[in-house]
């Protein structure tokens, strides 16, 4: 009986160090202890080709969600590129910055016209209502001047469209209506098929995620 006992703490022993060298590498291991890689690798869309070009040292995707946030987004965006120069001497040529518009403040990723036309649909919480983009009109030309520093802005597809089912009205011309927003958006932006995806396919490029709210 001595023999099979050794045999069986033998094959304990093995499986042991097998596990344990699984758990110090970080990865599952076979019995043959081979550590499994993960097979996934995302793929790159053309649609999406904008987001690799201009070749940057750090890129960096602004998600976007609320009005009472904007401000925030206008002001972390100010301060990267501040940041990266006074601390490692990164020129903002070499920092990519996009902001991602989508959700409730889907709305400001459109021009003065159309504030100018559907003001009170744009922003219904705004009193008055708005006649020019808050963030992009008169003195306040954030957006404009964020777009001449490189800053690159995508506008949710999705909630324009509800957006445009709002303006027309359910016997009104939505599709004409969104041809119209797609017209006059604000400088550096375009219209992605939906923000969220945007975002996502924005990190399986390399962009570090910034959520503002």
Partial sequence: MTQPRKGRRALLAGLGAVAAAGALSGRPATAQGTATSDPFTPTLHTEDAWLAAPRSKHRIIMDVTTPEHLPDAIRFAGNLFTGHKTGY??????????????????????????????????????????????????????????????????????????????????????????????????????IVPAGVVGVTHAQERGFALIYVG
């Fill in 89 to 190: 001497g990164v020129d903002e040529a070499d920092v990519a910055i996009v902001m991602c518009l989508r959700h409730v403040v889907t709305a400001y990723g459109y021009a003065d016209a159309m504030w100018a036309k559907y003001g009170k649909t744009m922003d219904p919480q705004l009193t008055p209502a708005a006649t020019t983009n808050p963030f992009n009109s008169g003195t306040r030309m954030q957006f404009a001047d964020l777009a001449k520093r490189g800053v690159q802005f995508m506008v949710c597809g999705t909630a324009s469209r509800g957006l445009a089912g709002r303006i027309a009205g359910p016997d009104g011309d939505a599709d004409a209506v969104m041809k119209e927003l797609a017209g006059n958006l604000i400088p550096s932006s375009r």
